[in-house]
């Protein structure tokens, strides 16, 4: 596809009113844990079509005013492909610059996803293609908070190319960067390649934008751009394109988990160094304008959070902090005249020492002090500079206790030793030993992103700390030598002894839907899901294999491939890895 093709418009025409155009999708991984979460749809033509330049048609096609017609019609049968995709799996569609921001581009996308129920605007990733120096900037940006502004995200394709590329990331602000196919090329060998990507992953944390490498074709490009902090990936290396039947086929995906995971396993481990997000204070908001007396009880409220003050915003945006003794002290008047303004919002991801780099850099002559920690474009909390040093004073390093901050639970890292410290164990005192632990079950929220979309970070927080204290309370009171971890989000792992954790987590199921039936104030609360694997830890090698086994499990369940057995409407399900044809298969 060089795009040196030129097409008339009766070729292009006809192969709009012909449906002759096919929809192939290409995987799009996430380097965390090698699950494809989402697949670019690319158009192509039957194999007895005499066009074959598919960059060259669509320049064709723009330049004889089809353009419109013929994304319309690639835009449609992509969606339409993905009406049956498993819940979550995002959809990438591509759109020029013309196309996106044509006036009709809102209403005919809503009228396809209308045709595809159970496909929401927030699986829907609009990919902006390249750009040229004449097109409009400003004419794009409007359209990018209206389709946000619906429940759609965006993508900016080939991100850094071109002069301009930077002006048009900050003008667009998009959701998702895709980077140049050029920085990764060769990455592995050029430094000054790394040092770039190095900055985009930089700026996507201060910004809250998700980076994507596109154009993987080796496995040592795949290893440096994740050791370079790049969360997704895509290119030959982990998938070529395919019909929508292949790309889900057990053959595929087996390929594809293989090439990640031979790189998986050479990366370095996750850093123990928490984020400003894990031990920030909750800190409740209010507007510049509202009323001191107003402010004061606001602060006050049980929802306020354990910050002491109060975060202001203005206009949607942060614009500074009260403290409740600025209040107590001042009785007239608004939040804005007693409001302090030197300090610095900075996205909740940073961790410890990316966030006193950001903090130093200012250039304030005085350090700015609270810090209003971010989850995405929404204030969540505080964490003051003293915070950050009484961690280094105390440990001596940028290190946290390995506990969560959202539950306070031992973290991954925790769950990791112990894994290993019962595998171990297991080897020395025999696979059948009762005191090593034999069983592990992971526990998540059923659809808990969408539930934070809809509800917010401060309310999704909740929902988890809830979660943790029923596993408390219905397993380990009963059980108190299990093992509890917070993986990360929604997701804790329970490890026990041999067949002592099937009913308690299938109580566990019941009781958390009993609870959201019984209680007004837990109304609307999604389910959880149980996934029990029964005597993995005696035949796991190490606390990868536990991992692997358990996103393959997830993700068969998840397409339909495997059902378990069901609990509580579908929402507990056991395998026995010792027993199981499936899962000793998967963990081989």
Not at 536 to 546: E, F, G, I, Y
């Amino acid at each position: 596809m060089t795009g040196n093709a030129n097409y008339n418009p009766t070729q292009i025409a006809s192969l709009i009113a012909e449906s002759r155009l096919d929809v192939h999708f290409q995987p799009i991984v996430d380097l965390h844990d090698g699950l494809v979460i989402a697949y670019e749809a690319l158009t192509r033509t039957p194999a007895d079509s005499p066009v074959r330049d598919l960059e060259g048609l669509f320049r064709s096609a723009e330049r004889h005013g089809l353009i419109w017609p013929l994304e319309e019609l690639t835009r449609r049968n992509a969606i339409a492909a993905a009406a049956v995709w498993p819940p979550g799996t995002r959809l990438f569609l591509n759109c020029t610059p013309a196309v996106f921001a044509d006036p009709r581009f809102l209403v005919s996308l809503g009228r396809d996803l209308s045709q595809a129920p159970g496909l929401a605007p927030d699986r829907i990733v609009l990919e902006i293609t390249e750009l040229s120096e004449e097109q409009s900037v400003p004419e794009l940006a409007d359209q990018v908070r209206r389709v946000v502004a619906a429940g759609f995200q965006v993508a900016l394709d080939d991100a850094g190319a071109g002069a301009s590329g930077l002006n048009r990331m900050m003008a667009l602000r998009p959701q998702w960067v895709k980077l140049d196919r050029e920085f990764v090329r060769r990455i592995d060998r050029d430094a000054l390649r790394q040092n770039l990507v190095r900055f985009f992953v930089h700026y996507a944390r201060m910004s809250g934008v998700q980076v994507l490498a596109e154009g993987i074709e080796s496995a040592q490009e795949l290893q440096t751009v994740a050791s370079l902090g790049v969360r997704f990936a895509q290119g030959y290396y982990l998938g070529k394109p395919g019909a929508r039947d292949h790309t889900t086929s057990a053959e595929y995906l087996g390929q594809l988990r293989s090439r990640w995971a031979s790189v998986e396993t050479s990366l370095p481990q996750e850093l123990a160094e928490p984020t400003i997000r894990s031990v920030c204070r909750p800190m409740g908001c209010c507007e510049a304008a509202t009323p001191i007396a107003e402010a004061r009880r606001a602060a006050t409220a049980p929802e306020a959070g354990v910050g002491g003050g109060l975060i202001v915003t203005e206009s949607g945006r942060v614009a500074g902090w009260c403290s409740a003794r600025a209040m107590n002290t001042t009785g007239s008047g608004t939040i804005r005249a007693i409001m302090s303004t030197n300090i610095a919002a900075l996205p909740g991801t940073l961790r410890l020492h990316e966030c006193l780099s950001e903090v130093v850099r200012t250039g304030a002559d005085e350090l700015a002090d609270p810090i209003v920690v971010m989850s995405g474009e929404q204030p969540v909390g505080i964490v003051r500079l003293r915070d950050i040093l009484r961690i280094v004073a105390t440990e001596g390093r940028l290190t946290s206790s390995g506990r969560t901050g959202t539950t306070g639970l031992p973290g991954r890292g925790k769950a990791d030793e112990h894994i290993s410290e019962q595998i171990a164990a297991r080897r020395a005192a025999g696979a059948d030993h009762a005191s090593t632990h034999a069983d592990a079950a992971f526990i998540d929220v059923r659809a808990f992103v969408a539930f934070e979309g809809r509800h917010g970070r401060r309310r999704a927080d909740q929902l988890v700390r809830d979660l943790a204290e029923m596993i408390s309370a219905v397993v380990l009171s009963s059980l108190p030598d299990a093992f509890l971890a917070h993986l990360g989000e929604d997701r804790f792992l329970l490890t026990a002894p041999a067949g002592l954790l099937r009913a308690r987590v299938a109580r566990l199921v019941e009781a958390f839907d009993e609870q959201a039936a019984r209680e007004p104030e837990a109304a609307g609360r999604p389910a959880v899901l149980g996934l029990c694997i029964e005597g993995v830890l005696q035949s796991a090698t190490c606390c990868r294999d536990v991992y692997r086994l358990e996103q393959r499990l997830r993700e068969q369940v998840r397409d339909g491939q495997l059902a378990g057995e069901s609990r509580a409407s579908g929402s507990m399900l056991v395998f026995h890895d010792a027993a199981c044809p499936t899962a000793q298969r998967l963990a081989a």
